[in-house]
T-cell receptor, first 110, second 113 residues
Framework: RKEVEQDPGPFNVPEGATVAFNCTYS??????FFWYRQDCRKEPKLLMS???SGNEDGRFTAQLNRASQYISLLIRDSKLSDSATYLC???????????FGRGTSLIVHP | GAVVSQHPSWVICKSGTSVKIECRSL??????MFWYRQFPKQSLMLMAT?????????EQGVEKDKFLINHASLTLSTLTVTSAHPEDSSFYIC?????????FGSGTRLTVV
């Protein structure tokens, strides 16, 4: 099993839609989890950390399921500006060496 | 928030020359800096991990004599692509861990002609 599995997409959705991405990880020692956003030809930027209790930031909700070893990102009321690649990142406990997913491409169309 | 300043943003060089890329953490100390390469429409590929005051750790398949990494201070790490060839053309990005997560430099687009 790969360290990180992430559906590359693309997810093609209309404006206003709700879309969700999952990312599974194999290292059960992973302690910290993040979602990053990367625009074309730009560097990745932190979208949100993922906490055990789940967390929400406006239209974005992140969840962690330790038992099934995956994290999810839910985007409500999609905007055209949400079009980007979304990367999941895992960090094993005791080590600050991140593992990146390959990214999921989201295209929001009018 | 934390900022990692990366220079240059883009560079075009002739085959056989060397190119140095700098990454500076501006408002935090980066004991460790990660260097990535990304080809178009592909995922980030970790090349090496640089540690302040010690030798860098290279990923399998990355030539350490070709990609020289120096991390001389807690705020500066450099990657030098030596004897660059067209196949080295890529997007190079550095990253460091801050209190919130990983902060990336803005990347360097290298074109070798």
């Amino acid at each position: 099993r790969k360290e990180v599995e992430q559906d590359p997409g693309p997810f093609n959705v209309p404006e206003g839609a709700t879309v969700a991405f999952n990312c599974t990880y194999s290292n059960s020692a992973s302690q910290s989890f993040f979602w990053y956003r990367q625009d074309c030809r730009k560097e990745p930027k932190l979208l949100m950390s993922v906490y055990s209790s789940g967390n929400e930031d406006g239209r974005f909700t992140a969840q962690l399921n330790r038992a099934s070893q995956y994290i999810s990102l839910l985007i409500r009321d999609s905007k055209l500006s949400d079009s980007a690649t979304y990367l999941c990142v895992f960090e094993p406990g005791g080590s600050y060496i991140p593992t990146f997913g390959r990214g999921t491409s989201l295209i929001v169309h009018p | 928030g934390a900022v990692v300043s990366q220079h240059p943003s883009w560079v075009i060089c002739k085959s056989g020359t060397s190119v140095k890329i700098e990454c500076r953490s501006l408002d935090f100390q980066a004991t460790t800096m990660f260097w990535y390469r990304q080809f178009p429409k592909q995922s980030l590929m970790l090349m090496a991990t640089s540690n302040e005051g010690s030798k860098a750790t290279y990923e399998q398949g990355v030539e350490k004599d070709k990609f020289l990494i120096n991390h001389a201070s807690l705020t500066l790490s450099t990657l030098t692509v030596t004897s660059a060839h067209p196949e080295d053309s890529s997007f190079y990005i550095c990253s460091a861990r801050d209190r919130y997560g990983y902060t990336f430099g803005s990347g360097t687009r290298l074109t070798v002609v």
